[in-house]
């Protein structure tokens, strides 16, 4: 960790450093300056309409027009794929801008949800923003292959620069917004790194001298999303504490191992660990985030260190599992209330939540976490009577109009409902 002075114009310089501003060798040759406005009601593109044309790819932005731009806030909008590159052998990152000029306002931490069409199949899926709204005109989407995964090998095979797709939101209240802390601690493995990243980002761009300690897993240093630019944001702050757990290193040895920028352990993360390398963790705001059962082995071992965990935040994403169709007719029997959308009428069980009765329907809706932690399943009640375990993400005046979250609620009369 350097000792060096942080300043503001150190966080900017650093932030134009960072790996996805820069032109890696394996990068695309990039297009020219682009915009976003042409937006809403947007279609989703099919694999073979993403093949971008030369006028495709003209813009008739000018500085002027940027910097008159007004803010994007939340919406079904079309972007445009400006950059394409490889982070890691297996992770690639994307930046968007609109077809006309725009400013993106969003919540540090927050996620974005594709709308695709692949293989003559509508899918949403979500991801977060690694970028910052401190740099407002274009955002940018990290996207780790899965093995068998449909939509992350889809976008890393066959979105490139140039094209147009869809893209709705933002959402999510694990953010630095609805989440106020003094003193920073953040936790991530694989891909989870992503809003970690995009909240260090926003912190050392407007929040000078930010507490910040950032511990991260990973299988190899090959497999570290972001080093590049969170090595350079440790070496501009002293404040920014970075350390990394390695599964597999022979260059480490027991205990913590310093270098230039951070210090790194061998192994997977564990109480000792951690206060090796956080000694006032107990003291710090912490934020989770990566595979399900990592966050499960940190939340337990956090937990049993005594720690206090209204201060302790995750997020919250597991894989979006659709409820098997059902017919009304077979339903009704073992079903107490019947659930109206449109023309459309699904008969509910007591244990069964709106999600279940709209998916069964084939109806598109976002469910990234699944758990009323996200608010993407948001919709509204226009009559009849609900029950909800959660309503994390919706405001007073949301709740008293009757929206609920669909995947936290069931019905307790027949209802009607409004996507």
Not at 377 to 382: F, H, L, P, R, S
Not at 391 to 414: F, H, Q, R
Request: charged share 20%; aromatic share 8%.
């Amino acid at each position: 960790m350097s000792s060096s002075g942080f300043s503001f114009s150190a966080a900017l310089s650093v932030a134009q450093s960072t790996k996805d501003d820069k032109k890696p060798a394996d990068k695309v040759k990039a297009t020219p300056s682009f915009s976003m406005s042409g937006a809403l009601a947007a279609k989703a593109k099919t694999p073979a309409e993403i093949t971008a044309t030369a006028d495709n790819k003209k813009t008739t932005n000018s500085h002027e027009s940027l910097l008159k731009a007004d803010d994007w806030q939340r919406g079904e909008v079309q972007l445009r794929c400006t950059e394409k590159w490889h982070e890691t052998h297996d992770v690639v990152s994307f930046r968007f801008q609109g077809l006309s000029p725009v400013k993106f306002n969003y919540k540090p931490g927050q996620f974005i949800t594709f709308k695709l069409e692949i293989d003559g199949e509508l899918v949403y899926r979500s991801y977060t923003m690694s970028s910052s709204p401190s740099r407002p005109y274009s955002i940018v989407v990290t996207v780790k292959r899965i093995p068998g995964g449909k939509v992350s090998n889809f976008l890393a095979d066959s979105v490139n620069e140039g094209d147009v797709i869809t893209l709705m939101g933002p959402d999510g209240a694990f953010n630095l917004v609805d989440i106020a802390a003094e003193k920073y601690l953040f936790l991530s493995a694989g891909s989870g790194i992503t809003p970690m990243y995009s909240m260090s980002r926003w912190l050392l761009d407007t929040k000078v001298g930010s507490d910040i300690a950032f511990v991260h897993s990973a299988r190899t240093d090959e497999d570290i999303i972001f080093a590049d630019s969170l090595g350079a944001m440790a070496y501009r702050s002293a404040q920014f504490q970075l350390s990394y757990l390695l599964e597999n290193a022979d260059e480490l040895v027991e205990g913590v191992n310093h270098t230039g920028n951070d210090s790194r352990m061998l192994g997977r993360i564990d109480i000792e660990k951690l206060q090796a390398l956080v000694p006032d963790f107990m003291t710090r705001t912490i934020f989770v985030c990566g595979p399900e059962p990592y966050m499960v082995s940190v939340k337990s071992l956090i937990e049993t260190s005594g720690f206090e965990m209204k201060n302790f935040h995750q997020e919250s994403f597991t894989g979006a599992v659709k409820s098997p169709p059902s017919s009304t007719n077979t339903a009704a029997t073992t079903s107490n209330f019947m659930l109206s959308i449109k023309d459309k009428k699904v008969a509910l069980s007591a244990e069964q939540t709106l999600l279940d009765g709209i998916e069964s329907e084939g109806l598109p809706i976002i469910a990234a976490c699944r758990s009323g932690v996200c608010g993407a399943c948001k919709c509204q009640v226009t009559s009849g009577t609900t029950e909800s375990s959660s309503t994390m993400t919706l405001t007073a005046e949301e709740i008293a109009a009757g929206y609920v979250l669909a995947c936290s609620t069931k019905i307790t009369s027949d209802v009607s409902l409004k996507m």
